[in-house]
């Protein structure tokens, strides 16, 4: 059983960066690729973005390439999501999950551990 508690979450102008970290415990850290979602008020949770077990591997949706990035330290059992040129309308819960799969996924369905989430707001 994989444990993930993120951090990091907070209230931020538009434009603005937070840096979101994850850490993990529990289980074989490096038998996860491991992935970021979010979910905004009355709506489904969605991808935002998801590394290989190596770290070597990245996957991003479309909305974020170029703003955020994805990275993870083994050594640590951590991963984080730095975000840039933050949107009012990526305010949401962000959450961190964990999947026992050897591919890149952004199916929600792809991933069996989920952290409890934290919130990031940001304003106009």
């Known amino acids: 059983q994989v444990q993930l508690v993120e951090s990091g979450g907070g209230s931020v102008q538009a434009g603005g960066s937070l840096r979101l970290s994850c850490a993990a415990s529990?289980?074989?850290?490096?038998?996860?690729?491991m992935g970021w979602f979010r979910q905004a008020p009355g709506k489904e949770r969605e991808f935002v973005a998801a590394?290989?077990?190596?770290?070597?591997?990245?996957y991003y949706a479309d909305s974020v390439k170029g703003r955020f990035t994805i990275s993870r330290d083994n050594a640590k059992n951590m991963i984080y999501l730095q975000m840039n040129s933050l949107k009012p309308e990526e305010t949401a819960v962000y959450y961190c999950?964990?999947?026992?799969?050897?591919?890149?996924?952004?199916?929600?369905?792809?991933?069996?551990?989920w952290g409890q989430g934290t919130q990031v707001t940001v304003s106009s």
């Open positions: 999950t964990a999947a026992a799969v050897p591919y890149l996924s952004g199916s929600r369905y792809s991933y069996d551990y």
């Open positions: 529990g289980g074989t850290f490096t038998s996860y690729s």
């Open positions: 590394i290989s077990w190596s770290g070597e591997r990245t």
